[in-house]
């Protein structure tokens, strides 16, 4: 639903429905069957040596299964964001737009074949859930496209300390408008996430201000997706035909109705015209990497929920702020990124705060 280059996905996602269960179980799980089931035995030393395989393959089979899923999700995560920063930094792409656009276009294109074949199951897209939802997509397009110019100007690394600010605005937003209440570990890690930011931004020695500007408007709109997908979503079920709405509809809903959206503002950016004399699209290598990062935006969709199913909500948080840790660092020394000390540990320290923040609000919800 939401790109990792975007922070991840809300919470509102992170727990398996049983729709969602369902269709993750269909297509990532299944019994193995040994040879020679079907022949009645008589043998009760056969019967027990299967059993004894049986006993021992099971916890194997979930230990397996949970750590690749994890390693999937990490990977496909990490190499999302690296990607689209190779095709706007390595290729030197101008066109952000164009980007999100043709990465929609493989999505939609993947989840609807997936759909016609019976391998996952979306809700149809009526009218009545087009209205509903189209506010909300409006948002999601404005925090692609945000999240992409940022990206352009702004080295991996400060990028993940940038988002956290998405945390801190996210926080105020559920206390004035849920009237949820945090404790004051959480308000400790949003300070030292706000901290960690300052100090960042002063010490980049490849500081950009309109890349940290489109970043900051990034943060304000992830944060206002979270909380208004929170009130569309019950409204929503209710316009559905089956009463819910799966991470695979979402999906292919946001992704559908950014298309038009996107193709209006490709000529309000005139990116029209920079495309048409580009030589970047008469590279048939440059198409390859724009598709992987298509391929790897859905990737993200299909491995979150994988990864939801072998493990947990807090398990599958407690990961993806851990994992921005490799992120920043990969990004560092695969873009030969200048940086001084004092840089260095304030990226880290955002990191860190990263960690602390997700641990305290898993605490939370344990004691809720």
Same mark, same amino acid.
């Given at each position: 639903?939401?790109?990792?280059?975007?922070?991840?996905?809300?919470?509102?996602?992170?727990?398996?429905?049983?729709?969602?269960?369902?269709?993750?179980?269909?297509s990532f799980s299944g019994a193995?069957?040994?040879?020679?089931?079907?022949?009645?035995?008589?043998?009760?030393?056969?019967?027990?040596?299967?059993?004894?395989?049986?006993?021992?393959?099971?916890?194997?089979?979930?230990?397996?299964?949970?750590?690749?899923?994890?390693?999937?999700?990490?990977?496909s995560s990490c190499s999302m964001?690296?990607?689209?920063?190779?095709?706007?930094?390595?290729?030197?792409?101008?066109?952000?737009?164009?980007?999100?656009?043709?990465?929609?276009?493989?999505?939609?294109?993947?989840?609807?074949?997936?759909?016609?074949?019976?391998?996952?199951?979306?809700?149809?897209?009526?009218?009545?859930?087009?209205?509903?939802?189209?506010?909300?997509?409006?948002?999601?397009?404005?925090?692609?496209?945000?999240?992409?110019?940022?990206?352009?100007?702004?080295?991996?690394?400060?990028?993940?300390?940038?988002?956290?600010?998405?945390?801190?605005?996210?926080?105020?937003?559920?206390?004035?408008?849920?009237?949820?209440?945090?404790?004051?570990?959480?308000?400790?890690?949003?300070?030292?996430?706000?901290?960690?930011?300052?100090?960042?931004?002063?010490?980049?020695?490849?500081?950009?201000?309109?890349?940290?500007?489109?970043?900051?408007?990034?943060?304000?709109?992830?944060?206002?997706?979270?909380?208004?997908?929170?009130?569309?979503?019950?409204?929503?079920?209710?316009?559905?035909?089956?009463?819910? !709405?799966?991470?695979?509809? &979402?999906?292919? =809903?946001?992704?559908? %109705? +950014?298309?038009? @959206? /996107?193709?209006?503002?490709? #000529?309000?950016?005139?990116?029209?015209?920079?495309?048409?004399?580009?030589? !970047?699209?008469?590279?048939? &290598?440059?198409? =390859?990497?724009?598709? %992987? +990062?298509?391929? @790897? /935006?859905?990737?993200?969709? #299909?491995?979150?929920?994988?990864?939801?199913?072998?493990?947990?909500?807090?398990?599958?948080?407690?990961?993806?702020?851990?994992?921005?840790?490799? %992120? +920043?660092?990969?990004?560092?020394?695969?873009?030969?990124?200048?940086?001084?000390?004092?840089?260095?540990?304030?990226?880290?320290?955002?990191?860190?705060?990263?960690?602390?923040?997700?641990?305290?609000?898993?605490?939370?919800?344990?004691?809720?």
């Amino acid at each position: 639903m939401s790109r990792e280059q975007n922070g991840g996905l809300c919470q509102i996602a992170s727990p398996v429905g049983g729709g969602r269960r369902e269709i993750v179980i269909r297509s990532f799980s299944g019994a193995k069957s040994f040879p020679g089931e079907d022949i009645d035995l008589e043998d009760g030393k056969v019967a027990k040596d299967r059993e004894k395989i049986s006993r021992c393959y099971r916890p194997v089979k979930i230990h397996n299964q949970a750590l690749l899923s994890g390693l999937a999700y990490c990977i496909s995560s990490c190499s999302m964001i690296l990607v689209n920063k190779f095709v706007l930094s390595g290729y030197d792409f101008n066109a952000g737009i164009s980007l999100m656009l043709y990465q929609n276009l493989v999505s939609v294109i993947i989840v609807s074949a997936l759909s016609l074949f019976g391998v996952i199951s979306t809700e149809p897209l009526t009218w009545k859930l087009i209205k509903v939802w189209l506010p909300v997509n409006v948002i999601f397009v404005g925090m692609l496209i945000t999240s992409i110019f940022s990206l352009k100007n702004i080295n991996v690394a400060m990028v993940t300390v940038l988002k956290n600010v998405t945390n801190v605005i996210t926080a105020l937003g559920e206390t004035y408008l849920f009237q949820k209440h945090h404790g004051n570990t959480v308000w400790a890690a949003l300070f030292l996430m706000i901290i960690s930011a300052i100090s960042g931004g002063i010490t980049d020695l490849s500081f950009h201000a309109v890349g940290y500007t489109w970043q900051i408007v990034n943060c304000f709109l992830t944060a206002s997706y979270s909380l208004t997908l929170r009130r569309v979503m019950d409204t929503a079920k209710q316009v559905t035909k089956s009463g819910n !709405l799966n991470e695979f509809s &979402m999906v292919l =809903l946001n992704n559908s %109705l +950014s298309l038009p @959206l /996107g193709i209006l503002l490709v #000529f309000a950016f005139d990116e029209v015209d920079y495309l048409s004399k580009t030589p !970047l699209l008469r590279m048939p &290598m440059f198409w =390859l990497v724009m598709t %992987l +990062s298509g391929f @790897l /935006g859905l990737a993200i969709s #299909f491995t979150t929920m994988w990864f939801l199913h072998q493990t947990g909500a807090t398990t599958y948080s407690l990961v993806g702020s851990l994992n921005k840790i490799p %992120l +920043s660092f990969a990004g560092i020394i695969l873009f030969k990124v200048p940086i001084t000390l004092e840089n260095f540990f304030s990226i880290l320290f955002g990191l860190l705060a990263g960690v602390i923040f997700t641990k305290a609000k898993m605490r939370e919800r344990s004691q809720s």
